[in-house]
């Protein structure tokens, strides 16, 4: 997939100058080993120039990590550790950076006298230190370990710092306005300055220009064919395909044009109403293909649904969708197709809809159709364009990035699955379980006044994401997710 960074984490390690540097020297040695044992080497750099033990070296050790084009940090305690130099260093450094700590290792031979290290002890202080700064690193959930436990620390960091990095280097290209009496997705953009990421916002007038000056482009056949073998069986609408190979052209092209100094870019499309009769299709199978590159293409002008899109992508470098929390389940479909088969109550299911945005990857099947509820009240021939199917069963995280009203951010992780039920309808759509979705609803999606799109990614990445939208300065009690049974929610009525 495209669009996705390549990271490179670099690892410097730190000594106080009062312990033996050798434990941070041999500590360093052991714990790149350990990675590069278990994972892809290129993915660490060992910083060899100097362990930090002040000032002077900090900034050595800065220099070094830019002339090997390290995008993160890992500051590694070998012992106690410095930590003015230390969190100085973390201060200094632009990319996302982590701290953990090295565990004593033995008693045998002195290993608690003159190896101690008491690592356990400085990170407490690092932590303090970085508080003292302003400085927001990832620490694991238990930063202290062997070789091996910290090598799977830095990994587990990896799409963190990824996402993290790449929302800093991303910009979101929309084409607007939002639909009329579609108030839902709308939300103030200040907080995408805060989080680094750039917007650039157009008429869909600039973008219908666009798609008119590439009327004939030499590309089209090429993209139209490529359509027509992905479709297969499913190409249930040809004559629509050179349109919508132009219009895939002019996207990408308008992204190559358009994302100035960023190295990334997602965008939020514009669809309807006007979209079906000026363009003469419906946008929804190019935007699938673009999500599939890894160029998530929100639906209704949606920003922080593109938003959080783009981060599901490169978290999980996989392709991810943006659906509806639409529609119940009906009764008669969960007594045959769920109750006794699958660990769940009818209210934990709902099912996941959108026009037809989601990957032919991620369908179990899927043809070309036409928009049916805008067929509605428009000739059929304009609303060609879906890409229809149910969503193939297996695990998903459910989530969002989200300004409030009055600018503050807020987010929700939900880990469930996409039950092998057929759902009957038509659209991208699936049936999905989320255990206690049903308080999940009340007291998350109402209480929290989230818009009715979420983000999907196909796997459990629920930890992951959690710890990216801290790194984004989410705070912890506004990241929200989905209570056990004997967990309340604060509003929650207690009788």
Not at 433 to 456: C, D, Q, S, T
Not at 476 to 488: L, Q
């Amino acid at each position: 997939m495209k669009n996705i960074p390549k990271m490179k984490i670099g690892i410097v390690a730190v000594s106080r100058d009062c312990f033996p540097e050798s434990l941070s020297v041999n500590r360093r040695a052991r714990l790149v080993q350990a990675y590069r044992e278990k994972y892809d080497e290129t993915e660490i750099y060992e910083c060899p120039v100097c362990i930090v033990e002040s000032e002077l070296h900090m900034m050595q050790a800065l220099e070094d990590l830019k002339q090997a084009g390290c995008a993160a940090l890992c500051v590694y305690l070998g012992n106690f550790g410095p930590e003015i130099a230390e969190t100085m260093l973390a201060q200094k450094f632009e990319g996302p950076k982590m701290f953990i700590a090295a565990a004593e290792e033995t008693y045998a031979d002195g290993g608690l006298v003159g190896g101690r290290g008491d690592a356990y002890c400085g990170m407490l202080n690092a932590s303090y230190n970085l508080h003292l700064r302003g400085v927001k690193a990832y620490i694991p959930e238990y930063p202290v370990g062997t070789a091996e436990e910290c090598a799977d620390m830095i990994h587990e960091f990896l799409p963190i710092a990824k996402a993290v990095y790449a929302v800093q280097n991303l910009k979101i290209i929309s084409f607007g306005p939002r639909p009329s009496n579609f108030l839902a997705c709308n939300a103030p953009i200040q907080q995408l300055y805060c989080l680094g990421a750039e917007i650039e916002e157009n008429s869909e007038l600039d973008l219908f220009e666009s798609f008119n000056r590439h009327a004939g482009d030499a590309r089209i056949p090429e993209v139209a064919a490529d359509m027509a073998k992905e479709l297969g069986e499913g190409n249930k609408k040809p004559e629509i395909l050179q349109k919508l190979a132009q219009y895939e052209i002019t996207l990408l092209d308008w992204i190559e044009e358009h994302r100035g100094s960023r190295e990334f870019v997602a965008i939020a499309g514009k669809c309807w109403p006007a979209f079906q009769t000026q363009f003469g299709f419906v946008p929804c199978y190019v935007n699938s293909r673009l999500t599939g590159m890894g160029i998530p293409v929100s639906c209704e002008v949606d920003i922080y649904g593109a938003l959080s899109e783009f981060i599901g992508t490169v978290v999980s470098e996989d392709v991810v969708t943006l659906l509806d929390i639409n529609n119940t389940v009906p009764r008669d479909l969960f007594e045959e197709d769920i109750r006794g088969k699958f660990d769940y109550v009818h209210t934990d299911t709902f099912m996941g809809f959108h026009c037809g945005n989601t990957c032919s990857k991620k369908l179990a099947f899927y043809e070309m159709r036409n928009q049916m509820i805008m067929a509605r009240s428009l000739p059929e021939e304009v609303t060609n364009g879906t890409l229809e199917g149910d969503i193939a069963p297996g695990d998903i995280t459910f989530f969002r990035l989200q300004s409030t009203s009055d600018a503050k951010l807020r987010a929700y992780v939900a880990q469930g699955e996409v039950l092998p039920a057929a759902s009957r309808s038509f659209g991208s759509i699936g049936i999905f379980a989320i255990r206690e979705m049903k308080r999940f609803y009340r007291h998350v999606l109402i209480e929290k006044n989230y818009p009715h799109h979420g983000a999907v990614a196909f796997g459990h990445y629920g930890k992951a994401l959690y710890d990216v939208f801290r790194m984004l300065g989410v705070e912890p009690s506004e990241i929200d997710y989905n209570h056990p049974k004997n967990e309340r929610y604060p509003g929650e009525n207690p009788f």
